[in-house]
């Protein structure tokens, strides 16, 4: 692919009925849980993206049997910690802090060093979170203190249950944990703020012990030891997060209609969907089903004609933590001043979202506010660009690449956007469904 790609103009009218690519989250934990599981496990609609290609290298590595087919993805497991732990191995995790975190947690039984490494972003991201309760389990971590990739993980034998208490609503950190109590002996307790609960429906679809209660706003989750996973078949749905670049797509621009066919609309997903209709967007779901404890929909979304600002709850932070650059979009265009709170979240992800978001709003004339940890946007109903914009230095941070073309898409002006192979993280085929909506790129 080019190094970078430009975009000129608006896109025009558009009624379109789509699909995106498979749930990212779905995709990497199916892997993680199938290489655990007892037989052969197939999954339809993986994600065919480098953060899943990434998982399953790292399994091959581990002695894990991998087929990648045409229509589907087959993992031969031969059950809880069934690992083949060869000496000097090293895992790399590309750019994925879902891959990275996780798959810790399946290594605390490792008799040798394995070392897990990172591409220069997910190298810069904060691993203590997993670090600290992992140790608590038994694991040692190489070198002492190192709270960033390399670092070396070894197991013990021996691992017994914890009581950990996540405070920041992490479901990486909460799903480390999960998976590290299959090897745990006795009762593992995790008390956490709500967050994405893909974990907690996979474990109850296969018959993991667990228990979840709420309490206080807070997750009581408890897990007992299993000794056998069976395999299992998964058809994975598609993703919120990519489709709602083309939601907000839609929203900014004139007299369209959008379908996406078949989405997670887990609960815990779909802040960006409540938020969005608090501004005067009309987004609904057709055809709703549940497919092995997640929910699935088309959505539906046509032009807004009035946006109006937010004073963005709070309780929404969680399940729209990966849709905020998008939704600042839709501020951008809003009558009043929009203010998002509690977001410090946003700078441990691929890049500083946060404060790269800002940055790509003012170079686009539109004024905002921002801490460490919230942004006021000053919005504009009449915003129209016809400047040149070059968009560059942002850790090939996926979601920043995509901000950016919607962006220009919307409001015109003259783009210049490098870095297009970060799409491959999450969404290989951006661009095709760009274009297949009627969108100009070169």
């Not at 040692?140 to 208490?165: A, D, H, R, V």
């Amino acid at each position: 692919m080019n190094k970078a790609i430009s975009i000129k103009d608006n896109i025009k009218r558009f009624n379109k009925t789509i699909t995106v690519t498979g749930d990212k989250s779905l995709s990497i934990r199916w892997a993680l849980l199938a290489s655990q599981a007892k037989g052969k496990s197939k999954a339809y609609n993986l994600l065919d993206s480098e953060d899943v290609l990434f998982t399953l290298k790292c399994l091959k590595k581990l002695g894990v049997k991998v087929n990648l087919k045409k229509n589907y993805c087959e993992i031969i497991g031969n059950g809880i910690n069934s690992f083949k732990y060869k000496k000097n191995i090293t895992l790399n995790a590309g750019n994925s802090g879902t891959l990275g975190r996780l798959i810790l947690a399946l290594l605390i039984r490792s008799p040798h060093k394995i070392k897990l490494t990172g591409d220069k972003s997910l190298s810069k991201r904060d691993f203590s979170r997993v670090i600290k309760p992992l140790k608590k389990f038994g694991a040692k971590f190489y070198p002492k203190n190192k709270n960033t990739l390399p670092i070396n993980i070894q197991g013990n034998e021996s691992i017994k249950s914890i009581k950990f208490y996540e405070k920041k609503g992490s479901a990486q950190v909460k799903s480390c944990v999960m998976l590290a109590a299959l090897n745990a002996h006795g009762t593992t307790k995790i008390i956490t703020p709500q967050s994405r609960n893909h974990t907690e429906i996979l474990f109850k679809y296969l018959k993991i012990p667990i228990k979840i209660r709420n309490k206080k706003n807070l997750n009581l989750i408890e897990i007992k030891k299993k000794n056998q996973i069976n395999s299992f078949n998964y058809n994975i749905p598609s993703d919120i997060s990519s489709g709602a670049f083309f939601i907000v797509l839609t929203l900014l621009s004139k007299n369209s209609k959008l379908t996406i066919k078949n989405v997670n609309i887990n609960p815990t997903r779909i802040g960006c969907i409540k938020i969005l209709n608090k501004m005067g967007a009309e987004i609904t779901f057709k055809n709703t089903k549940y497919y092995k404890g997640e929910k699935i929909a088309d959505i539906s979304v046509k032009s807004a004609k009035n946006l109006k600002s937010i004073k963005c709850p709070v309780k929404y932070n969680s399940s729209a933590i990966d849709e905020f650059l998008i939704i600042f979009l839709v501020a951008a265009k809003s009558n009043g001043v929009s203010i998002f709170k509690n977001l410090s979240e946003l700078n441990q992800k691929e890049s500083p979202r946060l404060k790269l978001g800002s940055k790509i709003l003012n170079m686009m004339g539109v004024k905002t506010e921002l801490t460490n940890h919230s942004i006021k946007i000053f919005g504009n109903p009449n915003i129209r660009l016809n400047k040149k914009y070059i968009i560059k230095n942002y850790l090939k941070d996926h979601r920043i690449f995509m901000m950016s073309a919607i962006a220009a898409l919307a409001f015109g002006g003259n783009w210049k956007i490098h870095d297009p192979d970060s799409i491959k993280t999450s969404f290989p085929n951006f661009l095709k469904t760009i274009k297949n909506l009627g969108g100009k790129i070169k």
